[in-house]
């Protein structure tokens, strides 16, 4: 995610490696998420993710603001659950913060925009058992400096790093102490999102 | 319709029809209403776009209220009104209250020619403490 590969990533296969990363791990993080939320995490995410590729050529063609944009309200629209506005406004408050050719520091500025955007609609902060959980330290990775691949490795330790949290926000709260020994599923997705984004970079370095 | 809109947002298409029936009933046909509930896939849950088009169904110029039943509800609730934009995400409120007792009692004081303002206040009266 330097500079250099941030001007001009390969948006449409961005896309579609992102998409494909959820996709093919809904039966996973359904499992997780019938463990303490409602089970219905995979599903949606799924079904928002495969419309997001199927105009993935589309998002493709359009400056990566408005791609961003686009993919968001998608995701909005499509998702449904809770994690349809907090994965739309994620990646809607990124494309209208980000510049059309970021650099590194663009990008992070933006990023810890977009954070606070989705923690902000999701009533919530770190700690807490979410996605926001993986975000945080995937933003202060990025301004780090950190490489794509130690960035991806990162998210998947946060998000395994959620495990004995207690939720206190999302359906996992009303569980209480029962939601502690799972991994939260929308953390889960955010890292695969995050390490679908830093394979892809990586193969275009 | 110059009386206050009244939307019904539940995970449950049937929870949501069966509260606006309750409504109907209970208040009549002087408020304008609409509900939905439900994904896209027809199990539980609930729809931005759904969300925005029952706002548009139950449209007033005096505003509109919300009732919602669980987390994402209102939070695909929220998410609507701001797609929605100003100048009319100005006048749509979501209620913290129980879902059907709320509908009941913000569309009976809407049925009065209440304010959006009042119409919300007497559904937070039974919010849970």
């Known amino acids: ?205 | 319709m110059k009386n206050v809109g009244i939307v019904i947002v539940s995970h449950s298409s049937k929870v949501a029809e069966g509260t606006a029936d309750m409504v109907r009933q209970m208040v009549g046909e002087e408020v304008p209403l609409a509900w939905c509930g439900g994904n896209a896939d027809g199990g539980l849950g609930t729809q931005v776009g759904a969300i925005m088009e029952a706002i548009d169904r139950a449209w007033s110029e005096a505003g509109v209220a919300i009732l919602v039943d669980l987390g994402g509800a209102e939070t695909n609730s929220e998410m609507a009104v701001e797609m929605i934009g100003e100048p009319r995400s100005q006048k749509i409120v979501i209620c913290n209250a129980p879902i059907v007792e709320g509908a009941v009692m913000a569309a009976t004081e809407a049925s009065g020619g209440a304010s959006l303002k009042d119409v919300v206040a007497t559904a937070h009266e039974l919010a849970p403490a």
């Open chain 1, 1 to 205: 995610m330097d500079a250099a590969t941030m001007t001009r990533p390969d948006l449409k296969a961005l896309i579609t490696d992102v998409a494909d990363a959820i996709v093919s791990h809904a039966d996973e993080l359904t499992t997780l998420d019938q463990a303490i939320g409602d089970g219905d995490h995979g599903l949606n995410m799924k079904r928002g993710f495969e419309a997001v590729k199927a105009d993935s050529a589309a998002f493709a063609e359009k400056p990566l603001p408005e791609a961003l944009k686009a993919i968001g309200t998608k995701l909005v629209m499509t998702v449904g659950g809770a994690s349809g506005p907090l994965f739309g406004t994620l990646f809607m408050t990124l494309g209208k913060e980000i510049a059309a050719q970021p650099g590194r520091a663009d990008f992070t500025v933006a990023l810890a925009k977009a954070i606070d955007a989705v923690a902000a609609r999701g009533k919530s902060q770190p700690g807490q058992k979410t996605m926001l959980d993986v975000l945080y330290p995937v933003q202060a990775a990025v301004a780090a400096g950190k490489s794509p691949l130690e960035i991806a490795d990162l998210a998947d330790a946060a998000a395994e790093a959620t495990k004995p949290l207690k939720a206190i926000r999302g359906r996992a709260s009303f569980l209480g102490d029962r939601s502690i020994g799972h991994m939260d599923a929308g953390a889960r997705s955010t890292a695969l999102i995050v390490r679908a984004i830093a394979e892809t970079l990586e193969a275009d370095a």
